[in-house]
T-cell receptor
Framework: NAGVTQTPKFRVLKTGQSMTLLCAQD?????MYWYRQDPGMGLRLIHY???????AKGEVPDGYNVSRLKKQNFLLGLESAAPSQTSVYFC???????????FGEGSRLTVL | AQKVTQAQTEISVVEKEDVTLDCVYE???????LFWYKQPPSGELVFLIR??????QNEISGRYSWNFQKSTSSFNFTITASQVVDSAVYFC??????????????FGRGTSLIVHP
C-alpha cells in the first residue's frame, strides 16, 4: 500500500539550478495538490490538478511549474531555484467521496 | 485575511490534562467542509476528521472530540486526558468551492501541542 510517494526526499540546490519533484499516487484519485510548509506559515497551496492534463494555480504559484501528463503522477518543477524556495514540499491526493487528503512524506529542499 | 485562523501558535500541557485547540474560519459559502490533520514529529500528515457545513453534530472519537459551531464559525478540537503521543502540530483546514466547482483545502498555520510527561 504505497499511497502517495514523493521523490526525492531531500535535495540541496544552488541558486539558479533547476529540479523536478515527482509525486506518484496509486489510489486512482483525480485531485492532486502541491503544498509548501514553512515555519509559522502552515501549508500553502502552490498548484493543484483536478485531473489528467489539467493544472491550476494555488496561493503561491510564482517560481513553480507543474504537469499532470498521467493521472497517477503530478510533477512540480523549479526552473531557477531561489533561496526563498527553501521549504518542505508536500504532495497530496484527494479521495473524492470523503474529501480526505492523503499526503506524501514530504520533500525537504534547500536552496543555497 | 486568513480564511482559517488558529490563534494558538503553541500550547504546552502536562500529561492527563485536557486541551482545546481553536479553529476559526471565514467563508461566504453555504456548502463547505472542515478538517483537522495531525503532524507528529516524524513529519507525516494524518487525517483526523471531516465535517460538512450541514452537519453541526459534535463528534467524539476516543479521547478526541470536535465542536462545530456555525454561529461562531468555529471548529474546535479537544483532547481529553492528553498523552505524550499527542504531541504534534495540528492543522485545521477549510474546503470551499472554487469558481470551477472544485473544493480546494486551505490550511491554518497550525498549533503546536507539547505534552509533557
Amino acid at each position: 500500500n504505497a499511497g502517495v510517494t514523493q521523490t526525492p526526499k531531500f535535495r540541496v540546490l544552488k541558486t539558479g539550478q533547476s529540479m523536478t519533484l515527482l509525486c506518484a499516487q496509486d489510489m486512482n484519485h483525480e485531485y492532486m495538490y502541491w503544498y509548501r510548509q514553512d515555519p509559522g506559515m502552515g501549508l500553502r497551496l502552490i498548484h493543484y490538478s483536478v485531473g489528467e492534463g489539467t493544472t491550476a494555480k494555488g496561493e503561491v504559484p510564482d517560481g513553480y511549474n507543474v504537469s499532470r501528463l498521467k493521472k497517477q503522477n503530478f510533477l512540480l518543477g523549479l526552473e531557477s531555484a531561489a533561496p526563498s524556495q527553501t521549504s518542505v514540499y508536500f504532495c497530496a491526493s484527494k479521495r473524492a467521496s470523503t474529501g480526505e487528503l492523503f499526503f506524501g512524506e514530504g520533500s525537504r529542499l534547500t536552496v543555497l | 485575511a486568513q480564511k482559517v485562523t488558529q490563534a494558538q501558535t503553541e500550547i504546552s500541557v502536562v500529561e492527563k490534562e485536557d486541551v482545546t485547540l481553536d479553529c476559526v474560519y471565514e467563508t461566504r459559502d453555504t456548502t463547505y467542509y472542515l478538517f483537522w490533520y495531525k503532524q507528529p514529529p516524524s513529519g507525516e500528515l494524518v487525517f483526523l476528521i471531516r465535517r460538512n457545513s450541514f452537519d453541526e453534530q459534535n463528534e467524539i472519537s476516543g479521547r478526541y472530540s470536535w465542536n462545530f459551531q456555525k454561529s461562531t464559525s468555529s471548529f474546535n478540537f479537544t483532547i481529553t486526558a492528553s498523552q505524550v503521543v499527542d504531541s504534534a502540530v495540528y492543522f485545521c483546514a477549510l474546503s470551499e468551492a472554487t469558481s470551477g466547482g472544485s473544493y480546494i483545502p486551505t490550511f491554518g498555520r497550525g498549533t503546536s501541542l507539547i505534552v509533557h510527561p
